[in-house]
């Protein structure tokens, strides 16, 4: 079975911290996703990467960046954390294969909390 | 930009059959999957549609029509533990040669007895 790990299930930081969030995937997958989850808005992509140092924006990545310097590894960085930053983050991963039928799969999610 | 709509929420019975429908609107389709996600946990992968028709995979199928930007789950035998959120994902071509999934905002279904 393909296992994804974050480091954190729960995490409290301060406003204006440096936050990392870490995720390893034991698959050999080319590629790995961070999305953010918040009720009444799903899950929205912050920035994915399909290669060892590529990486690409998604839908929402201001006040985030990302690396991923092996390939089994994707970090977010939080560089200033924020209040409106509190959320679940949940890190993905898949095969590349454009028309493969293979889904993404998921970690167990990290509730952070900005005070 | 893609768009993705899916009923908020939905109650169903203990053994009855449910439909959940998803619709959308995207550029660089390229495949749909239904996730099952319960309260706390990740999203588990159900199933996947590219091509029009319907997929059967035990007591869930999932149907498509490219044509209509339309999609839907259809769970059989209700069983309380299918209390959860059910996603529906669209896939799109990146502009990196690769591709990203986006989600509609979930549908959360209600088993009663």
């Known amino acids: 079975d393909v296992k994804v790990t974050q480091s954190s299930r729960y995490l409290v930081k301060r406003t204006g911290e440096k936050v990392f969030l870490e995720c390893v995937q034991d698959?050999?997958?080319?590629?790995m996703f961070w999305y953010r989850q918040d009720p009444g808005l799903g899950l929205r992509l912050i920035y994915f990467?399909?290669?060892?140092?590529?990486?690409e924006k998604g839908d929402i990545p201001e006040g985030y960046s990302v690396s991923r310097e092996k390939k089994e590894r994707f970090s977010l960085i939080l560089e200033s954390a924020s209040t409106n930053q509190t959320s679940m983050y949940l890190c993905a991963s898949s095969v590349r294969g454009s028309y493969s039928n293979q889904p993404q799969h998921f970690g167990d999610g990290t509730r952070l909390s900005i005070l | 930009g893609q768009n993705i709509d899916q009923p908020t929420e939905m109650t169903a019975t203990e053994g009855a059959i449910v439909q959940i429908n998803c619709t959308y609107q995207t550029s660089g389709f390229n495949g749909l999957f239904w996730y099952q996600q319960h309260a706390g946990e990740a999203p588990t992968f159900l199933s996947y549609?590219?091509?029009?028709g319907l997929e059967e995979k035990g007591r869930f199928s999932s149907f498509l029509s490219r044509s209509k930007g339309y999609s839907y789950l259809l769970l059989k035998e209700l069983q309380m533990k299918d209390s959860a959120s059910y996603l529906c994902a669209v896939r799109v071509h990146s502009g990196a040669g690769s591709y990203q999934l986006t989600f509609g905002k979930g549908t959360k279904l209600s088993v009663i007895p």
């Open positions: 549609n590219v091509l029009d």
């Open positions: 990467s399909y290669d060892v140092k590529m990486k």
């Open positions: 698959m050999d997958h080319e590629n």
